[in-house]
């Protein structure tokens, strides 16, 4: 498969210290691409690199198109959503609210409720609570909202930071089994961030791994799922 998004020699920065120690990286259209590491190897930070939610150096290509100077609203309109860690939805605002600031980058009316039934399709939890506010919501239903905002912009990529931090077993196997629609049937990419190694592994066809600001190991997911380090220090066995 052709990379939809290709991150050559990223270094990412808060303040003076560098924290991304020139990663190269590549996800492929159409694909499920996972990003391991233990906490605070980088995961979050290279999502955040991608968006432009830190500084950063490097090279970034999206569909071709070098995006490492992008401001985080040029990055969304070209295609690429983040759904951040902690979810980041809007809790003073409803879940209807929340789903048409999603929106925004759609034109009409009716494409804005047709994107609406849409998500309610895969999450009908969300349209019961269309007029709560989002702050009120379980862990489960903000994660299920953060990932239907993100959608509503129609991306063609989608950065899931953590989508199952905090969430119990049924919740999590819910939203992974949504994710795999999305990418299959939608044909939405995924870049995936996870510390639940097996159920990455599951869901994506590819992986990265990424100890202290570098890759170090890369392969398809079965690949990284046989291998002795993966196993000894991320899946425990
Ligand atoms: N806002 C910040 N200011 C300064 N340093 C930061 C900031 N956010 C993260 N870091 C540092 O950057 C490094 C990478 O953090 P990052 O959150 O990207 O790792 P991670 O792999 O996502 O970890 P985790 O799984 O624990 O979320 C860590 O050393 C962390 O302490």
């Given amino acids: 498969m052709a990379a939809l998004l290709e991150a050559k020699n990223v270094e990412a920065f808060y303040g003076p210290t560098r924290v991304l120690k020139g990663i190269s ?7 499920v691409t ?5 906490n605070g190897a980088g995961k979050t930070s290279t999502l955040r690199a991608l968006s ?10 999206f569909a071709g198109q070098r995006i490492d100077g992008y401001t985080t609203e040029k990055t969304a309109a070209l295609g690429i959503a983040h759904v951040p860690d902690g979810r ?8 209807e609210e929340n789903l048409r ?6 034109r009409s ?5 047709e994107g609406m039934e849409h998500m309610f399709s895969y999450f009908p939890r969300l349209r019961e609570r269309r007029q709560q506010q989002a702050g009120t919501l379980s862990g489960g239903e903000q994660q299920m909202l953060a990932i239907s905002r993100a959608l509503m ?3 063609r990529l989608l950065l899931m930071d953590e989508p199952s931090f905090g969430l119990a077993p049924l919740v999590i196997r819910e939203i992974f089994d ?10 939405v990419s995924i870049l995936l961030v996870e510390q639940n190694v097996a159920r990455a592994l599951d869901l994506a066809d590819h992986a990265w791994l990424l100890e202290t600001g570098s890759t170090v190991i890369s392969g398809t997911a079965g690949e990284l799922r046989d291998n002795q380090q993966i196993r000894r220090s991320y899946l425990g066995f």
Avoid: D, H, S, W
């Fill in 109 to 113: 009316k009716r494409e804005v409720e």
């Fill in 34 to 38: 996972t990003i391991l590491g233990a």
């Fill in 88 to 95: 980041g939805t809007l809790v003073n605002m409803t879940v």
């Fill in 153 to 155: 912009q129609r991306p």
């Fill in 178 to 187: 949504i994710m795999r629609v999305i990418n299959k049937q939608e044909g």
């Fill in 52 to 61: 432009g939610l830190v500084r950063r150096t490097g090279e970034i290509r």
């Fill in 25 to 31: 990286f590549e996800v492929a259209e159409g694909g």
């Fill in 101 to 106: 600031v999603g929106a925004y980058l759609r």
